[in-house]
C-alpha cells in the first residue's frame, strides 16, 4: 500500500479529471432531456417519430461502442472532424444519459394535471411558456429524484473513457497496478472513490430536490397545518 500512495498526486488528477467529466455529462445529459422529453410528447406525428427514433438509435448500442465508433469511426466519414478523447467522451456520455432521461422527462410532464396545460391555454399562454413556466417547474418534483439515480450511474459511466486515453481514475489506476504490482489495494482504493463519487452525487441530488419550489411550498403548507390546530388549542391543553 505504501507503494501506491507514492502515487497518490497522479491518482487525485485522474480524480479530478473524472470528476469533471462526470459533471459535464450530467449537465449535457439534463439539457438534452429537457429537450427530447418534451418533443416526445408533441402532437406532431413527425416531430415524435423522430424523437422515438434518435432516443431508440442512441439507446441500442453499449456506451463502449458508441464512444468507439464516435473516436475511430466518425473521422473516416468526409467531413467530419476527429473529436479529442475528452470531447468525444462528454459528447457520447451526454447524449447517453440525454436518451435515458428523456423518459424520464416525459413521465415527470405526464404527472402533472392535465388541467394545468388547460388552465394555461385558458390563460392565452403559448406552449413553450406552459412547459417552461408551469408544467416543468411543477414536474421538476418527480423528475429530480428519478434523474439523481440515473446521475449516480453516470458517474460509473466515466470508467469507459479510458478506453479511449482519457486519462480519468481508472487510467490512472491501471497504470499504477502496473507498476506496483499492487493489485488489490489498487483496486480497493479505486472502489472506494468511485463510492465517495457515488454518495457526493445522491447528496447534491437530495440538495436539489429540497430547494425545489414545489416541495418548499408543500413543506410549508405541511407545517402549516401541524402548527393550526396547536395554536387553537386552549391555555394547558394538548392535542
Same mark, same amino acid.
Given at each position: 500500500m505504501q507503494?501506491? +500512495?507514492v502515487y497518490w498526486p $497522479? +491518482?487525485?488528477?485522474g480524480l479530478w479529471v473524472t470528476v469533471w467529466l462526470a459533471f459535464c455529462t450530467i449537465l449535457g445529459a439534463a439539457l438534452g432531456a429537457l429537450v427530447l422529453g418534451p418533443l416526445r410528447l408533441s402532437k406532431s406525428i413527425a416531430i415524435r417519430a423522430? $424523437?422515438?427514433f434518435f432516443i431508440e438509435f442512441i439507446r441500442a448500442p453499449s456506451a463502449l461502442v458508441l464512444l468507439f465508433w464516435v473516436f475511430y469511426v466518425l473521422p473516416l466519414l468526409p467531413l467530419m472532424p476527429q473529436l479529442s478523447p475528452l470531447t468525444a467522451s462528454i459528447l457520447v456520455l451526454s447524449l447517453d444519459g440525454a436518451v435515458y432521461a428523456a423518459e424520464i422527462v416525459r413521465?415527470?410532464?405526464e404527472a402533472v394535471h392535465r388541467g394545468q396545460t388547460d388552465a394555461c391555454h385558458a390563460l392565452g399562454l403559448s406552449k413553450l411558456q406552459s412547459l417552461t413556466k408551469v408544467i416543468l417547474p411543477q414536474a421538476l418534483s418527480q423528475i429530480v429524484p428519478a434523474f439523481g439515480s +440515473?446521475?449516480?450511474d453516470m458517474v460509473k459511466w466515466t470508467s469507459i473513457v479510458s478506453f479511449v486515453g482519457v486519462q480519468d481514475v481508472l487510467y490512472v489506476a491501471n497504470n499504477v497496478r502496473s507498476q506496483t504490482f499492487e493489485a488489490?489495494?489498487? +483496486?480497493?482504493l479505486l472502489g472506494a472513490l468511485?463510492?465517495?463519487? $457515488? @454518495? @457526493?452525487? &445522491?447528496a &447534491?441530488?437530495?440538495v436539489l430536490e429540497h430547494a425545489l419550489p414545489l416541495n418548499r411550498a408543500l413543506r410549508a403548507a405541511r407545517l402549516s397545518l401541524q402548527v393550526a390546530p396547536d395554536a387553537g388549542a386552549p391555555a394547558g391543553v394538548t392535542q
Open positions: 507503494a501506491v +500512495l $497522479s +491518482l487525485a488528477q423522430t $424523437s422515438i413521465a415527470g410532464i +440515473l446521475a449516480r488489490a489495494p489498487v +483496486l480497493c468511485y463510492w465517495i463519487l $457515488s @454518495l @457526493l452525487c &445522491a &447534491a441530488f437530495r
